[in-house]
């Protein structure tokens, strides 16, 4: 029997449904890696960002986020250069998919009960997202914004729904404004964390992260 199409499994219809003690036997997801490009630039070296977000309330499959995130990382290789971007997905797939195998075969209803003790069984998993929830960023230079952004155009291709992309107003994968950001710096009032840095806040303890 192959993959049921996405209509199938979209829509929210019940509760969260995840793996635990009590549900095993649940496939691995298909997506493995939600980091490519380089992962471990400076939060200083990707200025700006282009988001991907959810207009709708709805059940991503893990075999639609990965096919986006290879179609989005193919286009931005072949464009920009695998050093030139940071792409991170961000939804993940923990909602269990069932499925109520029906047999197709020659005497197949002596076999089984149709609609009667319907409960499937564990069969894929989904992500179950929000309006407005982020689904995949991109951090990357001033100059590679317009191929950041046809990238995620073409992302959305593998995704059911509406989905918008939209440019941060923010720094990098920091919660900072891009506007705010440099004069921050300069006056040493961050904390550099690798792929992401923190306002220093001018209280506790006074030692040598916030004395200025």
Request: proline letters at 4%; a positive charge; charged letters at 30%.
């Amino acid at each position: 029997m192959g993959r049921r199409p996405a209509r199938c499994y979209r829509y929210l219809k019940n509760k969260p449904f995840i793996k635990s003690r009590y549900l095993r036997g649940v496939p691995e997801a298909k997506i493995r890696i939600y980091d490519v490009g380089k992962k471990k630039a400076p939060v200083d070296d990707f200025s700006h960002v282009v988001h991907m977000f959810s207009d709708e309330d709805e059940q991503l499959s893990s075999e639609a986020l990965e096919a986006a995130r290879i179609a989005a990382n193919k286009y931005l290789v072949t464009k920009a250069g695998k050093e030139a971007f940071h792409m991170r997905v961000r939804a993940h797939p923990f909602h269990v998919c069932r499925i109520n195998k029906m047999l197709s075969c020659a005497g197949a209803d002596r076999l089984q009960t149709g609609m009667r003790q319907s409960y499937g069984k564990p069969n894929s998993t989904c992500a179950r997202v929000k309006i407005g929830q982020i689904l995949i960023s991109i951090r990357t230079r001033p100059h590679f914004i317009d191929i950041a952004q046809e990238a995620l155009r073409r992302a959305k291709m593998k995704f059911p729904g509406k989905q918008l992309v939209i440019k941060s107003r923010y720094w990098g994968f920091t919660d900072i404004l891009a506007s705010e950001y440099e004069e921050l710096r300069d006056a040493k009032k961050l904390q550099n964390r690798g792929v992401h840095a923190k306002v220093v806040p001018a209280k506790g303890r006074i030692n040598h992260t916030n004395i200025w």
